[in-house]
């Protein structure tokens, strides 16, 4: 305990008292364009100068770190991740992300069983991922509450946690929860009707739920006697999202559920923040734009199931092209060590460079409600960063150092991280 709480003090006390500048290299600021040449000035772990070398001048005393002929990027933020809760190896003693017992459990949170010893968060942090949004599973309509983390990997997950983000709760639609339950356990729903009555069903109860409490809270406003309602975790919950409290995330694939799904928020006063995977949300993306939905994918994964047969990787140009915020991410402890890749692809397929590298930083940063924070290089912002030997979207690309919080937390050139042994 005493080891942990020495590294954390050690890793607040470096980000605050260090000023460095990285100098020489190509920045990719994502919001102001790209500055050839550039210094980056970074002092209390945020970014306190960009430009042009020669016009930003590097403070005496500064740790200067050469990144000449190398590209710098904002940390890349991945939307929809399972790292921690789905620990490696991926045995069933393991896996703590699905509450497979009940299609509805909003009261469920991530972070209760979120695994810091996991392998692939050091794997993830070598590729550059800064920030990630750990979500339930799948098989429930609402699944439980999602936690937004920093990879600022340790025993304690306080630690991780991503100061000021809001709140998040993953849904899902389709497939999944109907074949967990349905004919499986011979539970209600067995069909996407029963998944969509159930949904209205709980969210009817959160607002008879919200308007107990509003007559209790009015009777007391009034000096009357009044004993306020029963706790309900569940509806609780829920009661949050109908405020607006929550994010909501939601796992869905076809156009029709999509579309569903939009109408029932409608009913019900809830904002989507952000369909996931969503591989047929192309076919709508007029509406998606309108609604001001986000929308998290793959490029090219596809046809793993029936809802996943229309996929195309020419969707994330499609929607991008109608003004949706397209964040690409990983659902997956593998691809998230190589995400550029995935911007890559989605170059190859028509989204243009500038919006690829938006879909792996400020879009998903916008999904989690912290694009105020992190996802671009300018001032004032957290010093989330990625150095890459070539252009991110170059194949042969590799991530030679990784920063969190203005901290370097991996060195290629080293072969090491600076986590140490925490984890060991």
Same mark, same amino acid.
């Given at each position: 305990?005493?080891?942990?709480?020495?590294?954390?003090?050690?890793?607040?006390?470096?980000?605050?008292?260090?000023?460095?500048?990285?100098?020489?290299?190509?920045?990719?600021?994502?919001?102001?364009?790209?500055?050839?040449?550039?210094?980056?000035?970074?002092?209390?772990?945020?970014?306190?100068?960009?430009?042009?070398?020669?016009?930003?001048?590097?403070?005496?005393?500064?740790?200067?770190?050469?990144?000449?002929?190398?590209?710098?990027?904002?940390?890349?933020?991945?939307?929809?991740?399972?790292?921690?809760?789905?620990?490696?190896?991926?045995?069933?003693?393991?896996?703590?992300?699905?509450?497979?017992?009940?299609?509805?459990?909003?009261?469920?949170?991530?972070?209760?069983?979120?695994?810091?010893?996991?392998?692939?968060?050091?794997?993830?942090?070598?590729?550059?991922?800064?920030?990630?949004?750990?979500?339930?599973?799948?098989?429930?309509?609402?699944?439980?509450?999602?936690?937004?983390?920093?990879?600022?990997?340790?025993?304690?997950?306080?630690?991780?946690?991503?100061?000021?983000?809001?709140?998040?709760?993953?849904?899902?639609?389709?497939?999944?929860?109907?074949?967990?339950?349905?004919?499986?356990?011979?539970?209600?729903?067995?069909?996407?009707?029963?998944?969509?009555?159930?949904?209205?069903?709980?969210?009817?109860?959160? !607002? $008879?739920?919200?308007? &107990?409490?509003?007559?209790?809270?009015?009777?007391?406003? *009034?000096? %009357?006697? #009044?004993?306020?309602? =029963?706790?309900?975790?569940?509806?609780?919950?829920?009661?949050?999202?109908?405020?607006?409290?929550?994010?909501?995330?939601?796992?869905?694939?076809?156009?029709?559920?999509?579309?569903?799904?939009?109408?029932?928020? !409608? $009913?019900?006063?809830? &904002?989507?923040?952000?369909?996931?995977?969503?591989?047929? *949300?192309? %076919?709508? #993306?007029?509406?998606? =734009?309108?609604?001001?939905?986000?929308?998290?994918?793959?490029?090219?994964?596809?046809?793993?199931?029936?809802?996943?047969?229309?996929?195309?990787?020419?969707?994330?140009?499609?929607?991008?092209?109608?003004?949706? !915020?397209?964040?690409?991410?990983?659902?997956?402890?593998?691809?998230?060590?190589?995400?550029?890749?995935?911007? #890559?692809?989605?170059?190859?397929?028509?989204?243009?460079?500038?919006?690829?590298?938006?879909?792996?930083?400020?879009?998903?940063?916008?999904?989690?409600?912290?694009?105020?924070?992190?996802?671009?290089?300018?001032?004032?912002?957290?010093?989330?960063?990625?150095?890459?030997?070539?252009?991110?979207?170059?194949?042969?690309?590799?991530?030679?150092?990784?920063?969190?919080?203005?901290?370097?937390?991996?060195?290629?050139?080293?072969?090491?991280?600076?986590?140490?042994?925490?984890?060991?």
């Amino acid at each position: 305990m005493l080891k942990s709480l020495l590294i954390s003090l050690a890793f607040l006390c470096t980000a605050e008292d260090e000023i460095t500048a990285i100098r020489g290299g190509t920045i990719l600021t994502i919001t102001k364009g790209t500055i050839e040449n550039g210094v980056i000035i970074i002092k209390n772990g945020k970014i306190e100068q960009v430009g042009k070398e020669g016009e930003v001048k590097i403070p005496d005393g500064a740790k200067v770190i050469d990144a000449k002929s190398k590209y710098i990027m904002p940390g890349i933020i991945d939307a929809h991740s399972h790292m921690g809760v789905y620990p490696w190896p991926h045995v069933m003693e393991n896996a703590d992300g699905n509450e497979a017992t009940d299609p509805i459990t909003p009261q469920v949170r991530a972070e209760d069983s979120f695994f810091t010893e996991d392998p692939a968060l050091k794997r993830a942090v070598a590729g550059g991922i800064t920030t990630i949004l750990v979500l339930p599973g799948s098989a429930n309509m609402i699944g439980g509450q999602g936690i937004v983390l920093k990879l600022r990997i340790n025993h304690t997950l306080d630690e991780m946690k991503f100061e000021g983000s809001p709140s998040q709760m993953k849904m899902a639609s389709g497939e999944n929860p109907k074949m967990v339950y349905g004919f499986h356990k011979n539970k209600f729903p067995a069909t996407r009707m029963g998944n969509f009555a159930l949904l209205r069903e709980w969210f009817t109860k959160a !607002k $008879e739920y919200m308007e &107990k409490w509003k007559r209790y809270e009015e009777k007391k406003a *009034a000096g %009357k006697d #009044a004993d306020p309602p =029963a706790l309900d975790m569940k509806l609780d919950a829920l009661a949050r999202i109908l405020k607006g409290e929550i994010f909501v995330q939601i796992h869905c694939y076809r156009a029709d559920e999509i579309l569903t799904l939009i109408s029932i928020s !409608k $009913e019900f006063g809830f &904002k989507i923040r952000a369909i996931h995977h969503a591989l047929d *949300a192309y %076919k709508i #993306a007029k509406i998606v =734009a309108e609604e001001k939905i986000a929308v998290a994918t793959f490029v090219d994964w596809w046809g793993f199931k029936i809802e996943a047969w229309d996929g195309n990787p020419y969707a994330p140009a499609i929607l991008s092209e109608h003004g949706v !915020k397209v964040a690409l991410k990983s659902d997956s402890s593998d691809m998230v060590q190589r995400m550029y890749h995935e911007g #890559a692809k989605a170059v190859k397929y028509g989204m243009p460079a500038d919006e690829a590298l938006k879909s792996l930083t400020l879009y998903p940063a916008y999904i989690l409600g912290v694009e105020d924070k992190v996802g671009s290089i300018e001032v004032g912002k957290q010093a989330d960063l990625a150095i890459f030997s070539k252009h991110p979207f170059d194949m042969y690309t590799l991530c030679e150092m990784t920063f969190i919080d203005g901290k370097m937390v991996f060195d290629r050139s080293k072969n090491k991280d600076y986590y140490g042994d925490i984890l060991k």
